[in-house]
């Protein structure tokens, strides 16, 4: 069973997943760093790089957004679309789109690090049980409803009800995996609200300059109700008697099955005091994660990718040393994949299994963590096991990790993760003193720097130091004093 706890407070908004006592997914949304994916603009051409296929376009955000050719959406398909399904090369996008022309623009991807929004002009907006584009005309099923005869059933209950473009209707629809017991009234009505909603934005569009936001998706709280909330959720908590009633009335409109599991939390512990949730987020921004069995995790996130290396650490549990392996990985593919949906972790991700010398045994991890995979809402692809005993998938990044929205790099370390030891430190100054000896001649030369270095200079490196001060025939005076980092120092010419 699930249960879905809201923190509102008027600055940020928390949302914690948890399953079976245990946290599975954190969700952090920021007054005034909401995410952009789900919304549309009024965009503007700024620059288009036909060397990338790409252009630039302005949508009023401080770094421009970014549209790739095989996102740019012309008559009910993409040059992409085309070019697969025929012989004919795709379209260059420098004949789709021109400098300084206004496109009605829908963000994909937020901005990420350096990187500004990614863009579609293939509108989709997304309602209870359907996503509705207004630019297609096919009907379309999740995938993760299996039955072929129901997933017809359902497109012939669709193409009735959504009609034809000369009596009123047309457009897209794809059905989401909620929609699976809808009647065709529900259905109707998420029809009704969803071409309302383009109607206004078409109508804004035609009125408003480039740079103007034309719709705005649900806010974290909306899309509780939408998104995450389903069959198995026991209930829906939220500390906020204002929120809840604003809640509780989009979700009579829009979602009523869902408005029965919102209950107002009038405790006086904080809510997420109850499953420890502050600590489950200090644990999911840690470097390390270990394992019930004594195993550990190691995972390392950069630009480009994210690294995680599976280790025994202390487990010795098992009957001989292949036992332990496999069942330390075994351990390890459920872990990996909560801490993938708790951290928000996509890109291309490289899981380093511990080597295990049996081939059952590589296949028994690979069908568990692909078992665990599955539970991820989230697109997910994964490949088996390289030769080098790797396995590498990617997942669908659509929002900063959950380290990128609460941390900055290390002022000290400026990110590197490490800084150099006193005794290089040491050695700098040494390097540096001779070189200012070089192009300046003052009385002394006095060094400025952290107490740690001072005190390797006055110890175990004194003997470099005096024999410094006699080849360039200065005196060498030391200082220490509280730095901004163990590297910086200060050379004075006295």
Known sequence: MQDILINWAPQETRV???????????????????????NIYAGRVARVLPGMQSAFIDIGLERAAFLHVADVHVNGSTPRADHLAGDKPPTPIERLVFEGQTLTVQVIKDPIGTKGARLSTQISIAGRML?????????????KIGSPELREQLRARMVALVGKPDEGGGGGFILRTNAEEATDEDLADDIAYLRKTWTAIRERSFKSPAGTLLHQDLSLTERVLRDLAHDDTQAIRIDSKLQYDALRSFGEQFMPTSVSKLELYKGERPIFDLFNIDEEITRALARRVDLKSGGYLIIDQTEALTTIDVNTGGYVGARNFDDTIFKTNLEAAGAIAR???LRNLGG???????DMAREEHQAAVLAEFRKQLARDRTKITVSGFTQLGLVEMTRKRTRESLAHMLCEPCPTCEGKGQVKTPRSVCYDILREILREARQFSPKEFRVIASASVVEMLLDEESPHLAGLSEFIGKPISLRAEPMPSPEQYDIVLL
């Open 339 to 341: 801490q993938l949906r």
């Open 16 to 38: 914690a997943v948890v399953e079976n006592g245990a946290v599975q997914e954190l969700h952090v949304e920021r007054t005034l760093e909401r995410g952009l994916v789900g």
């Open 348 to 354: 291309i991700i490289i899981v380093d299994f511990i």
């Open 131 to 143: 996503v509705f584009l207004p630019q297609d005309d096919h009907i379309g099923i999740s995938q």
